[in-house]
């Protein structure tokens, strides 16, 4: 059985050819964009895509490999450049919001309905990643006295995890008319209220206040 390929194995104009698609899936939907359009949208003929990747699928696959690649980084970077656990939280949604402005509203549905392998392992790998990025966090901020000492840091961050799935629920469903980045803010205010002491919450509001002006 051929071993698939992961996006930190590829050759460097492959990478570039990963993001480059994902540019395009992420702005107009995944569906609507066959080979074609795709290598005429990033200047490319369709046999160089085809040279690099056996199909749409293999595309697909390797952009979520690629995001979960990305995702990592940020969530790395805010556990080390926060002055306080809120603060990275904060540092982790900003992060978020970059990743998902402007995404297509169909992204979602388009993947879990026509590249369900694809989205089961973006979901698998990013609850992992999550879940011990925010039991880390919780920890930090109990010893920062920012979070409530009596908060379960690996119960609060599983509840985080089925938040962000439920988050991903209701983008697909597109019912409430919210975006994704603003689906992801409620549940970063859901979560930082649930855990925090009376400092974390004033230090989270005023933060919120400085930072987000215009956001509840």
């Known amino acids: 059985m051929e071993t698939e390929r992961s996006y930190s194995t590829l050759e460097e104009k492959a990478q570039e050819l990963v993001k480059k698609a994902m540019t395009v899936f992420m702005r107009q939907g995944i569906k609507a964009v066959n080979m074609a359009d795709l290598a005429n949208a990033i200047g490319v003929s369709k046999k160089t895509l085809y040279k690099y990747f056996k199909d749409k699928r293999e595309l697909i696959r390797l952009g979520m490999d690629q995001h979960c690649t990305e995702l990592s980084d940020v969530l790395e970077r805010a556990q080390s450049d926060g002055d306080n656990a809120i603060e990275s939280e904060l540092l982790i949604m900003k992060e ?3 990743m998902v402005s402007g995404m297509h509203p169909s992204v979602l549905f388009d993947l879990q309905k026509y590249h369900p392998k694809a989205y089961r392992a973006l979901l698998e790998k990013r609850d992992a990643m999550l879940l011990g990025t925010v039991e880390s966090n919780i920890r930090r901020g109990q010893e920062e006295g920012v979070y409530e000492k009596n908060v379960h840091p690996v119960v609060a961050a599983r509840f985080l995890v089925s938040i962000s799935n439920a988050v991903n629920d209701l983008a697909q469903e ?14 970063v205010h859901y979560h930082i209220h ?3 002491s009376p400092k974390g919450v004033q230090y989270f509001t005023d933060k919120m206040a400085s930072e987000f002006p215009t956001n509840p």
């Not at 597109?174 to 549940?187: D, E, I, R, Y």
Request: charged fraction near 5%; glycine fraction near 4%; hydrophobic fraction near 30%.
């Open 96 to 98: 978020v919001q970059k």
């Open 174 to 187: 597109n019912s409430t008319g919210t975006s994704v980045s603003q689906l992801h803010m409620q549940s």
């Open 194 to 196: 649930a855990i925090s």
